[in-house]
């Protein structure tokens, strides 16, 4: 072996040291050299001193030969100072809520996140339910799991599963769905209704005829049959111009009117300056009219209401009705549970109906009136004219009309209470079977089908 040239007193003593601890000694010929850059080649299989083959050295020394093999020291690994590895990246795991850390490489890392997380470090909390339900029906619950996310069972009136789609069962393919005679069953999305048979109107297991006659402000209309709807009285403002069209129900306003048609929707005349001559495209049990607003009862016992609603008379709650009555500016209705609901005006009280349970209610000017299933009457509101301070007895009837209220008996005979300043609380001693109460008149059916009609007579609406 020849001894390499230095390129420095500095290095001579660094390599002359790391030569000594290697057993060899190149004397002083280290100082003395020009300096040229040594060759030193770790081989973990060679001995201190050998020199590298001759592939070695073609692949070391340059070729114009300012070098020779001689300038080749090959040492062992063990001589060399020993090199630690790179740091770890993953070391601490950077990845957050158990997320697996993967080393990228030059430093970098992935974090491969558990299920509902994600970010660079796992940082972010997912909501997959956020975004189109996770994939569930829309009628169905999502609920974010660990596993992704879990879709509800369907609810009732479905088949099918929450993870594909939900689809409605028909109830009324088999056995009318179970309904009553005297109704016809409706299917509706996941639930069916057995809606009273056109003409009639109440719960499924009481369908009630539908009135034939209504009193208005100043004019009255009747339907005989499935005809189109009589009417006289005030007509100022065409209230009394009926359509050609048979109808099932009529019922005057104040200087309007509306009807069912045969197919249960709504027609009506007269002003409209509220929206009340607009009803919607929709089909109704039955229909009332109040000053300047409509209520109508659906076939699934729920209550839509049009036209003037300043006072939320046309703002029912979303609950289920067998009938319903509209006064002046407010609304009342029977619950399917028996109970009363009113809604809109309610400055004399006419809104807060009495508890108990109650078969037929009816709305005057600011006052109201119910029959109880014992067959009482029960009155609230506006009692300036006793107009709410019924007499005892039973009935079969009653009706609230401006400032006066009327009943009919069982056995036909009407009484009436409250303002009488036109006649109109002085009923004929003849027999009935239907009242209806105006604002400053009344008429009823006779039991032989003609109408009578008593109290204010200014726009012949007491002369049918």
Not at 178 to 205: D, I, L, R, W
Not at 317 to 338: K, L, N, R, V, W
Request: hydrophobic share 30%; proline share 8%.
């Amino acid at each position: 072996m020849r001894c390499f040239r230095p390129w420095s007193l500095v290095a001579s003593a660094v390599v002359s040291a790391a030569f000594a601890s290697l057993g060899l000694s190149c004397g002083d010929n280290l100082a003395l050299q020009p300096p040229i850059t040594p060759v030193v080649v770790p081989d973990a299989g060679a001995d201190a001193g050998d020199v590298g083959s001759p592939a070695m050295m073609d692949a070391l020394l340059p070729t114009d030969g300012s070098r020779d093999s001689a300038d080749v020291v090959v040492v062992p690994d063990a001589s060399l100072p020993e090199v630690p590895p790179p740091p770890d990246p993953c070391v601490p795991n950077p990845c957050l809520h158990d997320g697996v850390c993967k080393n990228a490489g030059a430093g970098q890392t992935t974090c491969i996140c558990p299920a509902l997380r994600g970010g660079p470090y796992c940082e972010v909390d997912q909501d997959i339910c956020a975004m189109n339900n996770g994939g569930c029906d829309p009628l169905v619950t999502c609920t974010n799991d660990p596993a992704g996310r879990r879709c509800g069972a369907c609810p009732a009136g479905y088949t099918g599963t929450g993870d594909t789609a939900c689809l409605d069962i028909d109830e009324c393919a088999v056995n009318q769905g179970g309904c009553p005679a005297t109704t016809t069953c409706k299917n509706t999305p996941g639930k069916f209704v057995c809606a009273c048979n056109a003409g009639t109107s109440g719960s499924p297991t009481d369908c009630r005829a539908l009135p034939q006659l209504s009193a208005g402000n100043y004019h009255n209309c009747q339907r005989t049959g499935q005809s189109p709807a009589r009417c006289w009285g005030a007509n100022d403002r065409g209230q009394s111009t009926s359509p050609t069209v048979p109808v099932l129900q009529v019922s005057a306003g104040v200087d309007f009117t509306c009807a069912l048609r045969l197919d249960k929707t709504v027609v009506c005349w007269g002003d409209g300056w509220a929206g009340q001559g607009m009803p919607p495209a929709e089909t109704f049990m039955s229909i009332t009219a109040g000053a300047d607003g409509v209520c109508g009862l659906r076939d699934d016992l729920s209550v839509l209401c049009w036209g003037e609603g300043e006072a939320g008379q046309t703002a029912p709650p979303d609950e289920a009705f067998i009938q319903i009555a509209s006064g002046y500016a407010h609304t009342c209705g029977i619950h399917s549970d028996g109970t009363l609901r009113c809604w809109g005006d309610n400055g004399d009280g006419q809104t807060r109906a009495p508890r108990g349970n109650y078969t037929q209610v009816a709305s005057g000017l600011d006052h109201a009136c119910a029959l109880r299933t014992t067959g009482t009457v029960a009155c609230w509101g506006a009692n300036k004219f006793r107009q709410a301070t019924p007499p005892s007895g039973t009935f079969a009837q009653v009706t609230a009309g401006g400032q006066h209220s009327c009943a009919l008996r069982s056995t036909g005979s009407v009484v009436c209470w409250g303002d009488n300043s036109a006649g109109q609380a002085s009923p004929p001693s003849t027999r009935f079977t239907e009242i209806s109460a105006g604002y400053r008149h009344t008429c009823g059916i006779t039991t032989g089908g003609s109408i009578s009609c008593w109290g204010d007579n200014q726009d012949q609406e007491s002369t049918p």
